[in-house]
């Protein structure tokens, strides 16, 4: 039996984590969520599930939380809380679906009370790899990731073997900008942006799926998973978003994932794994792929993947730069603030006027990303 903390329980992985759970109720008891703003649907998620331990943002939503008459349910707060909950003692895995930055601390604190991390949040890796990587040693917890590109991989390399890879593609949709000349791209909407052909995600994934950073994010997850060079890792487009990820090994043999882009299949093996438990997910055989195609990725259109390459040249924090820089011009985008187009030249811009700080701690990472969102907001008011 699993007992499993859900982080970012009301987000998109949040969610179908809890219905992966709840198809399984004789493998999985949900022990603890953490939530946001939505206080409605984590009660009702708390009712079903039977939840003793609850993480919310503040005390206002705790006391918007305490009306649905939750007497037995313990209620922490903020990124304290947070921790505390990845760390708890009854539970075996921590399923972070947390967006951005926030899940960086609580991913540590589960590595270093030795749970098994199931990661979707992407920035907890792109900003603090080497950080998760000596806390799982310390603590001799498991990391396994949720990406669809990235458990691929990590399927891919456990039947192939870690040695003797050559490199690894990493597949992108190409969103919903991949065929739009790259002028109309520049000034789309967020209406247009957070139409993906494939996808159904959260608002801040989706848009970083139509700029490919999502993609550049995913070179720098691959790096500090797998171990892999920047040079062993490359990008390509695959429309359809049926082949996950593929690893090509040294004797010519490549291994690639196959399935339905739905991301309750990760979020399941991640809970399941090494077993592989029954689900109606991914049932389509080869017949129902239809066309497989793959395309070389436009790097001038999509500069974001080259800022990824660029950022572990750099090294230190220049990851986090690329991770912060990113998540603060999204927001901005969301609010019709800036154009798509500036989000790229935006970040370009915090990457490149950064002086990394090698070796950091979990304190220079933080004041790393205040530095980027300032320079990002900095720049959006000399421009009004």
Not at 86 to 100: K, R
Request: with cysteine.
């Amino acid at each position: 039996m699993r007992k499993v903390v859900v982080l970012g329980a009301t987000g998109s992985i949040g969610c179908q984590t809890l219905e992966v759970a709840a198809r399984f109720p004789d493998k999985i008891r949900v022990v603890g969520l953490s939530a946001g703003s939505n206080i409605s649907l984590v009660a009702e998620q708390t009712r079903q599930f039977g939840v003793r331990n609850v993480v919310l943002k503040d005390e206002k939503t705790a006391e918007e939380f305490r009306r649905f008459g939750f007497l037995d349910v313990e209620v922490l707060l903020g990124i304290d809380g947070l921790c505390r909950l990845a760390s708890l003692s009854e539970a075996d895995t921590v399923v972070n679906g947390l967006v951005g930055s926030l899940g960086l601390r609580p991913s540590l604190a589960a590595l270093e009370a030795g749970k098994r991390l199931c990661l979707a949040n992407k920035e907890a890796l792109v900003m603090g790899g080497q950080l998760v990587l000596a806390a799982k040693k310390r603590g001799k917890g498991e990391l396994v990731p949720i990406d669809s590109e990235h458990s691929a991989l990590f399927q891919c390399l456990l039947a192939g073997g870690s040695r003797g890879v050559r490199r690894v593609f990493l597949t992108a949709s190409g969103g919903p900008f991949l065929n739009w000349p790259k002028d109309e791209m520049l000034s789309a909407k967020p209406s247009d942006a957070l139409k993906h052909p494939t996808w159904t995600m959260g608002k801040k994934i989706t848009i970083d799926s139509a700029t490919l950073f999502n993609k550049a994010l995913e070179v720098i997850e691959a790096h500090f998973l797998f171990g892999l060079t920047p040079e062993q890792i490359e990008v390509v487009v695959h429309p359809q978003s049926i082949v996950h990820s593929l690893v090509e090994f040294a004797d010519g043999s490549t291994m690639a994932q196959l399935g339905p882009p739905d991301m309750r299949i990760p979020i399941q093996y991640a809970l399941s794994y090494p077993e592989r438990w029954e689900s109606p997910y991914g049932t389509f055989g080869p017949m129902s792929f239809g066309n497989l195609n793959f395309l070389p990725l436009d790097n001038e259109k999509f500069p974001s993947v080259k800022m990824a390459y660029r950022a572990l040249q750099m090294g230190g924090t220049a990851p986090a730069v690329l991770a912060a820089a990113d998540e603060c011009a999204v927001g901005l985008y969301l609010e019709e603030k800036i154009s798509f187009g500036e989000i790229f030249e935006l970040v370009g811009e915090a990457l490149e006027a950064h002086q990394p700080i090698e070796s950091p701690t979990v304190e220079d990472i933080e004041g790393t990303e205040r530095w980027a969102r300032a320079f990002i907001t900095d720049r959006v008011k000399v421009s009004v």
